[in-house]
């Protein structure tokens, strides 16, 4: 069946605009959570969503971040005012009840 | 002090060798335990889960301390298709099942 599929696949954008990445996860999987991995870095976690629960937003760095799931199905991350920091891969991953989470490929953004 | 250290490597190893990553955890409580695996510029994938009693999946052992807050992942006899960044997981206690990640040990096996 088909995998969590992200786009775009890579992103490259001038410092100060604002970027939206798309997650299109598993279908049924009811948890969807986005990482980043930036260069050299460990994955690191930004955000988490469980149904129709309120998102756990305890990993976004900073209030230029922030994201949205409609339906319980897709979900968009908006970076607002972009810096060269945020330079990295956004990785979208999705799991049904049970710990295994499933990984998209990911979206290179490259922040000049 | 990160959350899950490992050794970053690199690990060079010829082929038929056995290697060993061994992976820290800081919070005692935390509840699951994974290595994931990631290829090159691809998505980390599930490796395998690791068990307080020790699970083995074909070449692959995974084992963890809790008492050490340790975990660790035995190759026997490596393959090319081996080589790849191993990452060491951990789902801490109370979270909402976010993953947190090591920073990665990279395999290489040469033929």
């Known amino acids: 069946g088909a995998g969590v599929s992200q786009s775009p696949s890579n992103k490259v954008t001038e410092k100060g605009k604002d970027v939206e990445l798309r997650c299109d996860p598993i279908?049924?999987?009811?948890?969807l959570y986005w990482y980043r991995q930036s260069l050299g870095q460990g994955l690191e976690f930004l955000i988490y969503f469980q149904g129709n629960s309120a998102p756990d937003k305890s990993g976004l760095p900073s209030d230029r971040f922030s994201a949205e799931r409609t339906g319980g199905s897709v979900s968009t991350l908006t970076i607002q005012r972009t810096q060269q920091e945020d330079s990295a891969v956004y990785l979208c991953a999705s799991s049904a009840p049970g710990p295994q989470q499933y990984f998209g490929p990911g979206t290179r953004l490259t922040v000049l | 002090r990160k959350e899950v250290e490992q050794d970053p490597g690199p690990f060079n190893v010829p082929e038929g060798a056995t290697v060993a990553f061994n992976c820290t955890y800081s919070?005692?409580?935390?509840?699951?335990f994974f290595w994931y695996r990631q290829d090159c510029r691809k998505e980390p994938k599930l490796l395998m889960s690791?068990?307080?009693s020790g699970n083995e999946d074909g070449r692959f052992t995974a084992q963890l301390n809790r008492a050490s807050q340790y975990i660790s992942l035995l190759i026997r006899d490596s393959k090319l298709s081996d080589s790849a960044t191993y990452l060491c997981v951990v789902i801490p206690s109370g979270s909402a099942r976010q993953l947190t990640f090591g920073s990665g040990t990279q395999l290489t096996v040469l033929p």
């Open positions: 690791v068990y307080s």
């Open positions: 279908s049924g999987h009811t948890a």
């Open positions: 919070n005692s409580a935390s509840q699951s």
